[in-house]
């Protein structure tokens, strides 16, 4: 999922992605980055019992994101 904020009057373009990946073990991680468009931006990984509690994690994110004016 990949989401973006943009405001060119005040200088923002951001981005903010979200990636379910399964681990090694059998657990799943939601993968994280954001920063500014063109950047590498900064990287995350929560780690989740069950695939299940990774995507709500996600959507939890997602409408926070919402929020904050991210499409």
Known sequence: MYLTK?????NM????????V???????GLLR?????GSSGQ???D??????????ARFNLQMRKAKRGYE
Do not use: C, N, Q
């Open 6 to 10: 943009t405001d060119p009057s005040a």
């Open 13 to 20: 373009h951001r981005f903010y992605r979200m990636d379910i």
């Open 22 to 28: 399964p681990g090694l073990f059998g657990d799943w």
């Open 33 to 37: 980055s954001w920063g500014r468009i």
């Open 43 to 45: 990287v995350r990984t």
């Open 47 to 56: 780690w989740f019992e069950t695939e299940e509690a990774a995507k709500d």
